[in-house]
């Protein structure tokens, strides 16, 4: 009898032990699971990067024969902008995105092509760097452009892993004269030369898929930068796509694109992260309609390129339509679909929104970028932006303020009211004066603030009455 009460205690005694075990064990993975929600609470970020496409190349922004219905959904998910503006020129226009800075503000050295010495220096704090402080695994697949020597490559400036070119795709002979070869990277070591270009966008996509894929599970948010080859020329695209549109080579180019634009949201999609991740496409400039003849060799051709719509310029001016490209972001849940916007936004915006959202440390110096997301969110109804200044190297051609534009690279003064005339086409110098002379006040100040010159005008604003 009291063996067998002895028996039963301790089976009640292990029933217990196991109890509490249990209990322990599913506190210790609860508190796993918790830390790994209060981590992505920050959503992932991932940023698509075109080169070279230009204001009127996707069906949602008034191409009438390419057809870009994966761009054009994203849009239609969040908010499409009209206004959206960045540099002339790729460098310029990636500095812009990586630092939240004009590039006059920032000391490269030299130039960051092949045989260049220049670079982001470290006293800088780029957009992968911040994030990654900020608990975010980072990767990168693409354009650098931001310095090729090693201490300049993406892996030493804040991405965990980096696949692509340092510049553009047309930097080898017969387009360039370098002896510097064109080779694929991984990391800091050079994988490929000659590089196979036709099938460059195809890989960087199922880079970028791959990123997202490994990184969903891991209960830390991620940071991957898309930055494709194309549509800069000399243009490729993969077999696959060749002749599937009415639009040429280019038009393949653009399917190409457009596929790859419907992977990457797939694979957000397929991993259950899409609520909880922002996805930003935008354009590092226009096309580059006014290329010199050097171009045009190994079948380039002029027609090898994009339109910018009914914008004014090309890639390498300081009118609109080198400036002005098509821009979109979604974050399903925090920006409200269905939203498309004139009002001005910029490339430094992209930055401090991406820091500010990630949790990431500010750097102690100017910005020129704001907070965008009280606006994308619709809690204001108006952008924070309501300037921009236009840059050609070291010389300041143009300011924008509010809806007037001042230019000054023609020689003579250009004033241009872009709400009303956004193909700059009248020049409204003479009858608002005044305007031109405002603005031309604000574009000293600049010039004076980052160290550079205001393009001279043929006429002086003390003289206009």
């Not at 699971?33 to 981590?39: G, L, M, S």
């Not at 920050?42 to 024969?65: A, E, F, R, T």
Request: net charge negative; glycine share 10%.
């Amino acid at each position: 009898m009291i063996r067998n009460k002895l028996i039963a205690s301790n089976k009640i005694s292990m029933i217990c032990h196991s109890i509490i075990m249990l209990i322990f064990l599913f506190g210790l993975t609860l508190m796993g699971v918790t830390e790994k929600v209060i981590a992505q609470e920050k959503p992932n970020i991932v940023v698509l990067l075109m080169d070279d496409v230009g204001y009127g190349d996707l069906s949602s922004y008034g191409h009438p024969i390419i057809e870009t219905p994966n761009m054009d959904k994203m849009g239609s998910e969040g908010v499409r902008f009209t206004s959206f503006v960045t540099a002339m020129w790729c460098t310029p226009s990636r500095t812009q995105l990586m630092t939240g800075k004009y590039m006059p503000r920032i000391e490269f050295g030299d130039n960051t092509g092949p045989g260049g010495e220049g670079g982001i220096p470290d006293s800088e704090i780029t957009l992968a760097e911040g994030l990654k402080q900020a608990g975010y695994n980072t990767g990168m697949a693409g354009k650098w452009h931001l310095g090729w020597k090693d201490e300049y490559l993406p892996t030493n400036k804040g991405f965990d892993e980096w696949f692509g070119i340092p510049y553009s795709n047309d930097f080898r002979p017969p387009w360039v004269p370098t002896d510097v070869p064109l080779a694929l990277y991984q990391g800091t070591e050079r994988v490929e030369f000659p590089i196979n270009q036709n099938t460059l966008t195809t890989r960087y996509t199922q880079k970028a898929v791959n990123f997202i894929d490994e990184n969903s599970g891991s209960g830390e948010p991620f940071f991957f930068y898309l930055a494709y080859a194309m549509a800069h020329l000399p243009i490729f695209t993969a077999e696959q796509f060749e002749g599937t549109s009415d639009a040429g080579l280019y038009g393949d180019v653009m399917s190409a694109l457009d596929w790859s634009v419907g992977e990457v949201l797939k694979a957000l999609e397929d991993n259950g992260i899409d609520d909880n991740t922002i996805v930003f496409l935008t354009s590092d400039n226009g096309p580059w309609l006014n290329l010199p003849d050097r171009m045009l060799a190994e079948g380039v051709r002029p027609w090898h390129q994009g339109t910018t719509g009914l914008l004014r310029g090309a890639k390498h001016t300081s009118y609109e339509g080198g400036n002005r490209v098509p821009a979109m972001i979604r974050w399903p849940g925090q920006i409200p679909a269905g939203q498309v916007t004139h009002e001005l936004v910029g490339m430094p915006d992209m930055f401090r929104t991406f820091m500010e959202v990630g949790g990431a440390d500010l750097p102690d110096s100017k910005l020129d970028g704001f907070n965008l997301m009280p606006f994308l969110s619709g809690e204001v109804s108006e952008s924070p932006r309501n300037e921009y200044a236009y840059f050609r190297n070291d010389v300041l051609e143009a300011m924008r303020i509010g809806d007037w534009k001042l230019r000054l690279a023609s020689g003579e003064p250009e004033l241009f009211n872009l709400q009303l005339d956004p193909s700059e086409l009248y020049n409204r110098v003479n009858e608002d004066h005044q305007i031109a002379k405002e603005i031309y006040t604000e574009m000293l100040k600049m010039a004076e603030e980052v160290g550079v010159d205001v393009s001279e005008s043929n006429i002086k604003f003390t003289d206009l009455n």
